[in-house]
């Protein structure tokens, strides 16, 4: 169980090393030994592992708060796949290296049994990366790959942590994982978090510039045109921090259910745009520069949209469930599949 | 800034209600044509509410001893859950039981409790809602409808319009001025039970765009109220009004009210295997919204059922519901669009076109979208 006083040191935590100087850094390529050492020091790399494996035991929908956070101070390491990703080894009794680890979205199929991922978030800073559906055996296999040795390739956007990643013989430099763990979803769930949390910082920045920045005499915040808009955002960041909250809970008892992790991807990342949009309008120009905070925030949203799929590849998802349910109304459809854990007194 | 809707559970003591509900609804909806589904809880059928009341679901949240059930928000979710996604016709005994009820339960007096909760609770009273004027809309507090003092009570002057189901109701709640005049505003404003049937009130219906008439023109002309119609104190009436916001505003009637259009829709898809690839991406993003609205919905239930009054985060699934409301009927018009000459049922296609016709309103009863916009933007320190 998770209480306020992990969550608020955390909170503390990213706030102190989080800086808008040290994400810089990162993304100019800087390398990031700091806030690794910092990371590991505090321990909540392990935050999902079991107790007596020195972790706190969270689960996913719990670990949410902690995405969340991540999201929120815009962290610019891999901390929240690194935390699913120690968890789920450990699970399957593979010893936990050292290091950030990435996950990709399903790679590229090669014909020469090389491995190619494309666009990997986090891709330039992880040591480690996962590998879903790698090799094409029988049963999902999915591969933890090492990023010494691999040929790394910068994607050329400014400011982007993401890489394309390949390898050409994953299966002699890779630990086979077992287990057929939704990657994706988990992964589309975990980004979510992070938006809202991105969204959040977007909306308290947006209404402070709203209140401090004036024009025609007062501040902009006090034009209804301008309040509209901010109302918008702030509506949808907190659909969108509900969404996600609702994507990172565990499937219920004996299901596999991962639907809740296409609802809250592809509501965050349809959200995000307009939020985006609005919160860039309301600080105009200022909100373009380079020295000004926000983009640090907006940059990342924009990327995180499409990552793990984009609102029309999850939405599709859900159509197809939608569609091939045999439920007597969308009521009967929606609450077993997506609040089955939702009953408890 | 607002506060945080954090994913909450309805209790288990709440879900329980859900099975027997469930089935009554199945057993009763084949009886509902297919337009009176399509208007949701516009629609209206004293039948329906007077079966729901034997159930005993007709003013859940009520205390017993007045003949309700004494069950907490919760509980009154489920149960409406179920009627509004089922688009069974609730609009007889709706506003008794959404907001009338629980304001005299927590404003009046017992004789009023006495008089009108148990009424309340069988259907045989149903209950208006008299706020605006011709000259009031948006602006509530500029209301003008008066009541003056008499020896045996109040006199009451004036017109509500836009008055839902006043021609099939008992009583008005109405909002009216006591003191002061209309440049007053907030001060000076006082709430009434007024008996329909008295001397003076006169109720014109009003036709719709889609052949309906559900609202209304209501006159009060030297209408005589007794001393015990007041409803709380006087002169508080714009503090009582703004309570019962949160409860008008955060339940599954602001996101299910398209909702019989939509599975006739996917009804139709199924039976034709035509979904192509658009009709899959938007019947997954209805949902999608759906299921989040229905997350922030619950969540605001329990600031409910905990006795806060979340106003604003009311507010906030109003806006957002009523857009995807409303975004449903447009959406679903431009899909079936998409092949034109397909044969498309007529039953889905009146249902399509009275919920395209009638959707406007979706996000102006309640409180306009600006008006809510406004609420949150002082919300967030702006106003």
């Not at chain 2, 997954?284 to 106003?311: K, N």
Request: charged share 20%.
């Amino acid at each position: 169980m998770m209480d306020s006083i992990f969550y608020d040191s955390f909170d503390r935590l990213l706030r102190n090393i989080s800086t808008p100087q040290a994400i810089r850094d990162i993304e100019s390529g800087e390398s990031p030994p700091t806030l690794e050492e910092q990371i590991v020091e505090s321990g909540f790399a392990d935050a999902m592992l079991d107790e007596d494996c020195g972790g706190a035991g969270l689960h996913m929908g719990e670990a949410f708060s902690l995405f969340f956070l991540c999201g929120r101070h815009a962290f610019p390491l891999p901390l929240p796949a690194t935390m699913i990703a120690r968890n789920v080894l450990a699970r399957q009794g593979i010893d936990i290296p050292e290091g950030n680890i990435a996950i990709s979205a399903a790679p590229v199929a090669h014909a020469d049994k090389a491995v190619e991922c494309r666009n990997v978030p986090s891709g330039k800073l992880a040591q480690w990366v996962i590998v879903p559906h790698a090799l094409e055996c029988a049963a999902p296999c999915d591969l933890l790959l090492p990023t010494d040795g691999a040929e790394r390739v910068e994607t050329g956007v400014y400011g982007s942590l993401q890489a394309h990643l390949s390898w050409s013989a994953p299966h002699s430099a890779g630990v086979v994982i077992e287990g057929a763990y939704p990657w994706l979803e988990v992964a589309a769930a975990m980004t979510a978090a992070q938006m809202a949390g991105a969204m959040d910082t977007v909306l308290n920045m947006t209404v402070r510039y709203a209140q401090e920045r004036s024009q025609f005499g007062r501040p902009i915040g006090k034009f209804q045109a301008v309040q509209q808009q901010l109302s918008v955002l702030a509506e949808l960041a907190s659909a969108s921090r509900i969404a996600a909250e609702l994507g990172c809970q565990e499937p219920a008892k004996g299901t596999s259910n991962t639907l809740a992790a296409a609802v809250a991807k592809a509501r965050v990342s349809e959200a995000a745009g307009t939020v985006v949009s609005i919160a860039h309008a309301v600080h105009a120009a200022m909100g373009i520069t380079e020295e000004y905070d926000l983009q640090l925030h907006t940059r990342r949203l924009i990327e995180w949209r499409t990552d793990y799929g984009s609102a029309a590849y999850w939405n599709r998802r859900v159509g197809d469930a939608v569609l091939s349910a045999d439920a007597p109304c969308t009521l009967e459809y929606m609450l077993p599949t997506y609040f089955s854990g939702s009953t408890s007194d | 800034m607002l506060e945080t809707l954090t994913l909450t559970s309805i209790p288990q003591h709440a879900e329980s209600l859900r099975p027997a509900v469930r089935e009554f609804v199945a057993a009763y909806t084949s009886r509902i044509p297919l337009e009176q589904r399509a208007r949701s809880w516009m629609g209206f059928d004293a039948d329906f509410s007077r079966e729901l009341a034997r159930r005993g679901w007709v003013g859940v949240t009520l205390p017993k001893q007045y003949g309700g059930a004494g069950l907490d928000a919760f509980s009154r979710f489920v149960l409406i859950e179920e009627l509004l996604g089922n688009s069974t016709p609730v609009a007889a005994h709706w506003i008794a039981d959404r907001q009338s009820g629980p304001l005299i339960q927590k404003y009046g007096t017992d004789a009023q409790k006495e008089f009108y909760l148990p009424r309340i609770v069988r259907a045989e009273a149903f209950f208006c809602i008299g706020m605006s004027e011709p000259q009031s809309g948006s602006d509530l507090a500029s209301v003008r409808t008066r009541a003056t003092r008499t020896a045996k009570g109040w006199r009451l002057n004036g017109q509500k319009i836009w008055t839902t189901n006043a021609h099939r109701s008992h009583y008005m709640i109405a909002l009216v001025r006591t003191s002061g005049a209309a440049e007053d505003r907030h001060k000076g404003l006082s709430q009434f039970i007024v008996d329909l049937s008295a001397p003076g009130v006169t109720i014109r219906q009003i036709r719709d765009l889609t052949g309906d008439a559900h609202f209304n023109e209501v006159f009060f002309e030297d209408v005589e109220l007794g001393e015990d119609t007041l409803v709380g104190t006087e002169g508080s009436g714009w503090g009582q009004v703004t309570a019962e916001l949160a409860f008008e505003r955060s339940g599954p009637e602001r996101f299910y009210s398209a909702i019989a259009l939509f599975d006739l829709w996917l009804a139709y898809l199924r039976e034709h295997h035509s979904a192509d690839a658009w009709a899959r991406e938007l019947a997954g993003r209805i949902v999608t919204h759906l299921v989040t609205l229905r997350a922030m919905s619950v969540a605001v239930t329990e600031q409910l059922a905990r006795g806060e009054s979340p106003v604003l985060a009311a507010a906030l699934v109003k806006d957002l519901g009523t857009e995807l409301e409303q975004f449903i009927p447009y959406a679903i018009s431009e899909q079936l669009g998409r092949h034109p000459g397909h044969a498309v049922p007529d039953g889905l296609l009146r249902a399509l076109a009275y919920v395209t016709q009638i959707c406007p309103t979706y996000s102006l009863r309640g409180g306009t979208r600006e008006i809510l916009r406004g609420m949150i933007a002082r919300g967030l320190g702006l106003r």
